[in-house]
């Protein structure tokens, strides 16, 4: 499984920070809509799940962009 998740992320650990970034965001945004008061607590502001979102895409296009083979 291990593998799987290294192949999956081009053996990077900035692409793999990216995407799990990307996914926590996506996460914390979906429990948000949901149920606005179950992460203010924990998250903070209202904006923050949004911020950790982009910046996992924006990692992930800024890796990418310097290495052609990706």
Known sequence: M??????WCFYSETIF?????TVLGAAAVA????DPTLLEPVLGGQYFPWFLFANGIA???????????M
């Open 2 to 7: 291990i593998k799987k998740i290294k192949a």
């Open 17 to 21: 920070w990216s995407r799990l970034q």
């Open 31 to 34: 429990l948000t809509y949901v």
């Open 59 to 69: 990692t992930e296009y800024l890796r990418r962009r310097r290495d052609p083979e």
